[in-house]
T-cell receptor, first 116, second 115 residues
Framework: DGGITQSPKYLFRKEGQNVTLSCEQNLNHDAMYWYRQDPGQGLRLIYYSQIVNDFQKGDIAEGYSVSREKKESFPLTVTSAQKNPTAFYLC???????????????FGPGTRLLVL | AQKVTQAQTEISVVEKEDVTLDCVYETRDTTYYLFWYKQPPSGELVFLIRRNSFDEQNEISGRYSWNFQKSTSSFNFTITASQVVDSAVYFC????????????FGKGITLSVRP
């Protein structure tokens, strides 16, 4: 089945520790995105990537880093510089065909990050 | 700047009632897309509908219908004969296709459907 997978489902971080969230898609989508969701809030964009080896900061990139070495994968690292990392993290992907870009973003199941 | 407002935060209805979820948006772009997503308790966002700014035709899909009105910058979502499985958080979102399809989300509406 085609889709987006995220792992782990739950992740615990100790103070001062970097942690990496995995996102993989087999939809052959060019673009991938990371969002953060806090309780009672909408989703906020952390980083996005439209092609391999290229990515851009979103609205709340501070304390996060990403890489895009393969089309299928877009891991997110939450660094120790992120002082309030407890949140639900959602990865999404979309095709990027034509202009204006009009492809729908599809989401993975999410990873819940908790600080110990 | 783009903005999406979902003024209703929580709605509770009894099964089989009709319910409308409101969405008001702000944008200076003439070309844009509007979306509705459903987030069940499992957490994954499920895509429901996409509408472009040049298509104001209302759409119906089973028990779901959407009313897009550019004059009032609204894109409202109605569930007819609600069911317990409709209980979820519903997000309205706006994208600017000329800006890397970045999605701007509203804060979501928590819908509870009681048996």
């Amino acid at each position: 089945d085609g889709g987006i997978t995220q792992s782990p489902k739950y992740l615990f971080r100790k103070e001062g520790q970097n942690v990496t969230l995995s996102c993989e898609q087999n939809l052959n989508h060019d673009a991938m995105y990371w969002y953060r969701q806090d309780p009672g809030q909408g989703l906020r964009l952390i980083y996005y990537s439209q092609i391999v080896n290229d990515f851009q900061k979103g609205d709340i990139a501070e304390g996060y880093s990403v890489s895009r070495e393969k089309k299928e994968s877009f891991p997110l690292t939450v660094t120790s510089a992120q002082k309030n990392p407890t949140a639900f993290y959602l990865c999404a992907s979309s095709a990027t065909q034509g202009a204006p870009l009009q492809e729908t973003q599809y989401f993975g199941p999410g990873t819940r990050l908790l600080v110990l | 700047a783009q903005k999406v407002t979902q003024a209703q935060t929580e709605i509770s209805v009894v099964e089989k009632e009709d319910v409308t979820l409101d969405c008001v948006y702000e944008t200076r772009d003439t070309t844009y897309y509007l979306f509705w997503y459903k987030q069940p308790p499992s957490g994954e966002l499920v895509f429901l509908i996409r509408r472009n700014s040049f298509d104001e035709q209302n759409e119906i899909s089973g028990r779901y219908s959407w009313n897009f009105q550019k004059s009032t910058s609204s894109f409202n979502f109605t569930i007819t004969a609600s069911q317990v499985v409709d209980s979820a958080v519903y997000f309205c979102a706006l994208s600017n296709p000329w800006a890397n399809s970045k999605l701007t989300f509203g804060k979501g509406i928590t819908l509870s459907v009681r048996p």
